[in-house]
């Protein structure tokens, strides 16, 4: 019989547990009710014994490595934490949010507890053993992954269960004494981009994402990238929308070719090359949606394009709705039709 440990983290506040821990909770709430195993929820974070109270409801055992040590992710103390927590539950599979938190540790803790990972989770289902998916070959083939190997620790990807969202309590937490490592990094603060410079937003509901269009000389001759950025930040700033690129845009930049957006990175390209972000919707731009594109949009909900292109990508068969049309008078219109919602 299996026994399960949901190893969490808390955000930034210190306190509460990170959405991607939550979304674990779920994924082991789940699969201990699939299994009838006892699950035990480790809470890793300066203030772990605060943190639980939002998971209480779940009935499971809380366990919790907390202090000073664990304020800031740090590889020796972070490992150190997790071992703990994992040798007092004495799990035989072990689930955690692929965060970048613990992405960073999860492996290392699996080889000190002599067990298996695999990582990039995204579902997970029973029959006599625990069976998970995920997808290879830049999202296009997905498998189901069964172990004999215990204790098996598997990483899930963000977003792929629903948050655990059940009635905050007072708990019951165990504390677990953690032996630190000597510690030779120290965290001497955070430096950060401005918020309005962060244009990767991960939880957003929608992608806008911008093509090579926007810079490409328009039906009068001239190019207007000046104006494409502007449209860009503005529809970023209304929407709160996360900003995507084509490989052909953000190529554009490195290469030192024309004057390009200078907002944008190799870190917003989606696609083959690029990323495969989740959100519910997708708006495509000034981009022809060719087929190393998207494949980035796998698991984008709802997908929308505005091409010049009556005969591009998009229309054939690879967004929902396509509007053939100008995007610089486009997105003007909805920017201006945002503003006045805002006001
Ligand atoms: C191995 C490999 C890997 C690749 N990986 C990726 C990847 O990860 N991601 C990726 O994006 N690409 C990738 N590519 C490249 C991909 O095949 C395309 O070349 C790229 O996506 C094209 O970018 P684009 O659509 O922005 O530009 P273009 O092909 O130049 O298309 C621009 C589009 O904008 C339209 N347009 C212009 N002005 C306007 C306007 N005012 N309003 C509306 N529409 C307008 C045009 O009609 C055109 O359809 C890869 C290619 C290879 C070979």
Known sequence: METILVLTHVDETGSVLSKASLEAVTAGVELARQHTAKLTIGILGVDAVAAAGAVAATGARLLAVTGEAFAQPRYATDAAGCEALCRAAQASIVLAPGSSRFTRVAAGVAHRLGGFIDTHITSLSSNDSVDATRWFYRQRVEATISREARPLFLLLDAGTH??????????????????????????EGLRSPMRDAQTIRPDAKLLFV????????????????????????????????????????????????QSVLPFLTHMNQIGQTGATPRHAKGL????HGEEPHVVGWRF?????????????GWTRGKADVVYVADAF???????ELLEAKKA
Do not use: Y
């Open 162 to 187: 629903a948050a655990f969202a059940g009635e905050a309590a007072a708990a019951q937490v165990e504390a677990v004494a953690v032996t630190l490592p000597t510690v030779r990094a120290t965290v």
């Open 329 to 335: 008078p486009v997105m003007a219109k909805v920017n």
């Open 210 to 257: 911008a093509g090579a269009g926007w810079t490409k000389k328009q039906p009068d001759g001239q190019i207007h990238v000046a104006e494409a950025g502007e449209l860009i930040l503005a529809f970023l700033r209304l929407s709160g929308a996360s900003l995507g690129s084509s490989k052909s845009l953000a190529d554009q930049k490195a290469e030192g070719e």
């Open 300 to 312: 984008i909900g709802d997908r929308r394009a505005i091409s010049l292109d009556p005969n591009c």
């Open 284 to 287: 495509s731009t000034c981009c």
